[in-house]
């Protein structure tokens, strides 16, 4: 039952997913993504990882997508139906070979499993949570190890909504 679960999200990912890159809307393409994150919230369940899922929910479905439309709907202020992309039989080929080409790079590395030091002994997890708790075990290597690129993916996301905000001032 729980493996029918875990396929049928992952399905609903890779499928809304696809539909994600697929829409000409931009607007279309950023609700098709939230649908590709709630499905990968769905798996963190199934997975036993509570907390990341509503991470996933609150922080990327919820936040992060909000700012994606509000950056979309600014950019598009002022436009009637200009179109930027690639048309007829020539883009789709392009796009399609550099799509075949990306898959074929990454199938050498389906055979390789998990490097030693990556893989966790049984019961470390069930022991640290119950020292630390769910939050704990995720915040400590984050605010940590991880600092750096943490500040620094907020950092990128600023200078979006700032390049953004920019943008749209300059086509008024």
Same mark, same amino acid.
């Not at 493996?3 to 000409?24: E, N, V, Y």
């Given at each position: 039952?729980?493996?029918?679960?875990?396929w049928?999200?992952?399905?609903?990912?890779?499928?809304?997913? /696809? =539909?994600c890159?697929?829409? +000409?809307?931009?607007v279309?393409? #950023? =609700?098709?993504l939230?649908?590709? =994150?709630?499905?990968?919230?769905? $798996?963190?369940?199934?997975? $036993? @990882?509570?907390?990341?899922a509503?991470?996933?929910?609150?922080?990327? #479905?919820?936040?992060?997508?909000?700012?994606?439309?509000?950056? %979309?709907? /600014?950019?598009?202020?002022?436009?009637?139906?200009?179109?930027? $992309?690639? +048309?007829?039989?020539?883009?789709?080929?392009?796009? #399609? #070979?550099?799509?075949?080409?990306?898959v074929?790079?990454l199938l050498?590395?389906? $055979?390789?499993?998990?490097?030693?030091?990556?893989?966790?002994?049984?019961?470390?997890? @069930?022991?640290?949570?119950?020292?630390k708790?769910?939050?704990?075990? %995720?915040?400590?290597? =984050?605010?940590?190890?991880?600092?750096?690129?943490?500040?620094?993916?907020?950092?990128?996301?600023?200078?979006?909504?700032?390049?953004?905000?920019?943008?749209? +001032?300059?086509?008024?």
């Amino acid at each position: 039952m729980i493996t029918g679960l875990f396929w049928a999200f992952s399905g609903i990912a890779i499928l809304a997913a /696809l =539909l994600c890159i697929t829409r +000409k809307s931009p607007v279309a393409s #950023a =609700l098709w993504l939230v649908v590709t =994150l709630f499905a990968l919230a769905g $798996d963190y369940v199934l997975l $036993d @990882a509570q907390f990341i899922a509503v991470l996933q929910v609150l922080v990327y #479905a919820g936040a992060i997508m909000v700012l994606f439309l509000f950056v %979309i709907m /600014l950019l598009n202020l002022g436009r009637s139906g200009t179109r930027t $992309d690639i +048309k007829g039989w020539m883009g789709r080929v392009l796009a #399609a #070979a550099l799509g075949t080409a990306l898959v074929l790079e990454l199938l050498p590395l389906r $055979d390789l499993g998990p490097p030693e030091q990556i893989r966790i002994p049984a019961g470390t997890l @069930a022991t640290l949570a119950e020292t630390k708790g769910a939050v704990g075990m %995720i915040a400590e290597p =984050l605010f940590k190890a991880y600092l750096v690129p943490f500040e620094i993916t907020s950092l990128l996301l600023l200078a979006a909504v700032i390049g953004a905000v920019v943008l749209a +001032k300059r086509k008024l």
